[in-house]
């Protein structure tokens, strides 16, 4: 089993900053992919941004096309199952309870466990 653990979400203002943090702990396997999913009311739930460490995609990242070259996703240097996802230029259609994930993978590509996190609530409002 996974445990993830995060915390950063809050209430910002249209155009402001915010960072969320992930913490895995448990079974992670070496090859594994952790990232941010996002569900707005109403919304169907999306990929924010994730990335692999390990295997044949290790340092890959995805984002979701409304978040590229505003979001960021990145892994703790010294705790490679810590993610962090830098927020900038936020606006008011990233409104959403965030959800961080985790994904266990033997060979790369094949996913042998999926986890989710609780989920944090950003508001982005003025």
């Known amino acids: 089993q996974v445990q993830l653990v995060e915390s950063g979400g809050g209430m910002v203002q249209p155009g402001g900053s915010l960072r969320l943090s992930c913490v895995a702990s448990?079974?992670?396997?070496?090859?594994?992919?952790m990232g941010w999913y996002r569900q707005a009311p109403g919304k169907q739930r999306e990929l924010v941004a994730d990335?692999?460490?390990?295997?044949?995609?290790?340092?890959?990242?995805?984002y979701a096309d409304s978040v590229k070259g505003r979001f960021t996703i990145s892994r703790d240097n010294a705790n490679k199952n810590t993610v962090y996802l830098q927020m900038n230029s936020l606006k008011p259609e990233d409104t959403a309870v965030y959800s961080c994930?985790?994904?266990?993978?033997?060979?790369?590509?094949?996913?042998?466990?999926?986890?989710w996190g609780q989920g944090t609530q950003v508001t982005v409002s003025s």
């Open positions: 994930n985790a994904k266990n993978y033997v060979d790369s590509y094949i996913r042998v466990g999926n986890y």
């Open positions: 448990g079974r992670i396997y070496r090859i594994n992919t």
């Open positions: 990335i692999t460490s390990g295997g044949t995609r290790s340092g890959m990242t995805n």
